[in-house]
């Protein structure tokens, strides 16, 4: 029986990819510039930035990423915390005083590894007004401008992932960013879903402002070809499909990569995979995205669906401990790692040093969409318990994220506990000139809604073209 490997070998995108590299070119001449990737879920965005930061890094471009998360509550400007992190944790320490002159103090309150590293730093001022963002913005984009100024460095190349979930000020210091590229050796890539957008998406407005004034190299991914699905198919299970198998893959998957392997998978376990006669008969393979995932789910014990329903509310990514506080003391160790193990081998979860990430945001996504409503509370309001259980004494953080799980939880959450923590969430965005944020959090918590001003309803519109449909989306 084929097993499928790790990583799928990379496939097609030959076009797409050397357009990226030509923009990393004109960039080492001081030319750079912002690209954007474009393409439905599943389709090889991420993959190609992946691909396109491996080719850069070994060519000796500094590469930093950062990204938008399917997740209410996370602390604005993300992607750009993310994104400096890594820098700012292993540049020497000189280069970092350097780089920053007077600039450290607004840096730090995006980057607040700046002050670990050091801890001298002036305070920012803290009165909050239009100017003081922008002077924010400003100092942003000096410290990253100054990157590769560095000896030794090509240049910078810096990934900005998911950016149809990212907060509305993150886009703001992106657009401020996109204009300042044209004489550095900065090439920014964005990536982002198109049918995560609807009109109301900060997303939409910033993409529509730089198509008007012409900035940003397009490049929209599309469907792979059948030759190359073919290609990927072999990569995955190291067996060369047949024909028939490969022309009814494409018909049903439209190219998507990210379909192609999971009902590769759900066909390895299901034991179906396939003889060559066996081939053209692949009349029962799951019509979408969301159903492949469903049905690869329930071949999982029950206690492993049930911990990645928990897995789910908790987010993209979680501890081993927030966890295990989630799930609950009634629910022994060792039937916990089992669990856990068996989500791994299905490739649900994977592991890194940060604790454990869904395989893709797909499949959290249809874990989370396919919960009843009192299900999701009763999971909201253990997060919520989960994360002061866990962080006490360093809540501070992760305020924001208590207060969306605290809203989700809804009639059984404790109203005052509620509001208290989008108070201090709200409090919190504004401190750091995120002003949007700091209206939804404080609207969000409100039974009614005087300014019908909330989050843009993320994930409820979107039509996939491979039957990724949330028909029973219970979101709204
Ligand atoms: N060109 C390719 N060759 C081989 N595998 C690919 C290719 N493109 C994508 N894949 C695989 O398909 C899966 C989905 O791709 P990826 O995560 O890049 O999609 P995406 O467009 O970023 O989706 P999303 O919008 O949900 O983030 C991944 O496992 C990825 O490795
Ligand atoms: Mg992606």
């Not at 911990?307 to 993209?316: D, M």
């Amino acid at each position: 029986v084929p097993r499928p490997t790790g990583a799928s070998p990379f496939v097609g995108r030959q076009d797409e990819l050397g357009r990226l590299l030509r923009c990393l070119d004109e960039a080492r001449s001081s030319r750079g510039q912002l690209a954007l990737i474009a393409g439905e879920p599943g389709i090889g965005k991420t993959r190609l930035l992946t691909e396109l930061a491996e080719r850069a890094g070994a060519a000796g471009w500094v590469v930093l990423h950062g990204r938008g998360y399917d997740v209410e509550g996370l602390p604005p400007y993300l992607p750009f915390t993310e994104a400096l992190r890594d820098y700012i944790r292993a540049a020497p320490l000189e280069d970092l005083r350097s780089q920053l002159d007077e600039a450290g103090p607004e840096v730090s309150l995006i980057a607040p590894d700046l002050r670990r590293r050091l801890p001298d730093l002036a305070i920012a001022p803290v009165a909050s007004s239009a100017e003081q963002r922008y002077q924010l913005f400003e100092s942003v984009c000096d410290f990253l401008l100054g990157i590769p100024g560095r000896q030794e460095t090509r240049g910078l190349l810096c990934l900005l992932d998911d950016l149809h979930w990212a907060d509305g000020p993150s886009l703001l210091l992106l657009n401020h960013l996109a204009r300042r590229l044209s004489d550095a050796p900065l090439l920014v890539v964005g990536a982002y879903r198109t049918v995560d957008l609807n009109r109301v998406s900060p997303l939409t407005n910033l993409l529509g402002e730089l198509r008007r004034e012409n900035i940003g190299e397009r490049v929209l991914v599309g469907p792979l070809s059948t030759p190359e699905l073919s290609t990927l198919v072999e990569g995955l299970t190291g067996h060369r499909p047949a024909s028939t198998f490969v022309d009814a893959i494409a018909r049903q998957t439209d190219g998507n990569p990210f379909f192609i392997g999971e009902i590769v998978r759900h066909l390895i376990a299901e034991g179906r995979f396939l003889a060559e006669e066996e081939a053209a008969s692949v009349s029962s393979v799951p019509e979408g995205v969301r159903e492949v995932i469903t049905r690869r789910l329930a071949r999982l014990a029950p206690a492993t669906h049930e911990l990645l329903l928990t897995a789910a509310v908790l987010g993209e990514g979680f501890g081993f401990e927030q966890l295990r506080t989630a799930v609950g003391v009634e629910v022994p160790e060792w039937e916990l790692l089992n669990a856990l193990e068996e989500a791994l081998d299905a490739g649900m979860l994977r592991e890194s040093a940060d604790g454990f990430q869904f395989g893709h945001a797909l499949i959290r996504r249809t874990l989370y969409d396919g919960m009843s409503g009192p299900r999701r509370q009763r999971l909201h309001l253990r997060a919520a318990e989960a994360i002061e259980r866990t962080e006490r004494g360093n809540l501070g953080p992760r305020v924001a994220e208590l207060s969306v799980h605290y809203r989700l939880a809804g009639p059984l959450a404790n109203p005052a506990t509620a509001i208290d923590y989008a108070v201090r969430a709200g409090e919190a965005a504004e401190a750091i000139f995120a002003f949007e944020e700091a209206v939804l959090h404080c609207t969000g918590s409100l039974p009614w809604n005087p300014w019908s001003v909330r989050a843009p309803r993320r994930n409820s519109e979107h039509v996939f073209s491979s039957g990724w449909l949330p028909r029973n989306s219970s979101e709204r």
